[in-house]
């Protein structure tokens, strides 16, 4: 029961060091799949894709992956793995246009020699 359980000692960050997203691995590998670019290193498109990718994903703070994966029917799990996967293909189109449309600005304000 939790009301019995010990209160964590909120002065030890170790209490609470294991809480994270569950999305945020899965989000990351399934860029690696997808993108030659992020698995060629550049790490700058895969923060911002992962990015974009997990503020399309709900939020679900876990202490343990285990703990998610292991109370998901086969029929969820199946569900999660679209999710991510359809956020990280927007993700990467989206992060990519909008390079590519910095990049026409940038060429269109640059002084020409002439």
Known sequence: MLATTARPNPNRREDVDNIHNYYERHVIEAILEASERARQGDRD??????CVALNHLPPKYIRHDVDMSFFMSPQELEEVNDKIARAVNHAI??????ETENSAK???TEPTNT
Do not use: G, P
């Open 45 to 50: 498109f895969l923060a911002d894709v992962a």
């Open 106 to 108: 940038d060429s269109e």
């Open 93 to 98: 189109s989206y992060v990519s246009e909008r």
